[in-house]
Nanobody, 117 residues
């Protein structure tokens, strides 16, 4: 049974940082590309970042480039998203997702990130 469990969300002031984690189980984590997708309040889903199976290739939406960093630890079956210089427009529910380029098959339950003073 595939499970993706996110953690690390919370309330942070503008300019602050958070690190999201996603612990995977029930599949061979190191064989899959993984992504972070977010849902902004009252809006649709928005792709944030992707990392390939061995962690050597990454991608980011333009609005987070230079501020967010995706990484993974295949020995620990864990995906990360380091978020720096957070802005109010980053407020969203962040989902850990198995897959890439819109081809997603499993989602975590999501973790809320709120950026507010």
């Amino acid at each position: 049974q595939v499970q993706l469990v996110e953690s690390g969300g919370g309330l942070v002031q503008p300019g602050g940082s958070l690190r999201l984690s996603c612990t995977a189980s029930g599949f061979t984590f190191m064989r899959y590309s993984m992504s972070w997708v977010r849902q902004l309040p009252g809006k649709g889903l928005e792709w944030v970042s992707v990392i390939n199976s061995d962690g050597r290739n990454t991608g980011y939406r333009n609005s987070v480039k230079g501020r967010f960093a995706i990484s993974r630890d295949n020995a620990q079956n864990t995906l990360y998203l380091q978020m720096n210089v957070l802005k109010s427009e980053d407020t969203a529910v962040y989902y850990c997702v198995r897959g890439a380029e819109g081809e997603y098959d499993y989602w975590g339950q999501g973790t809320q990130v709120t950026v507010s003073s």
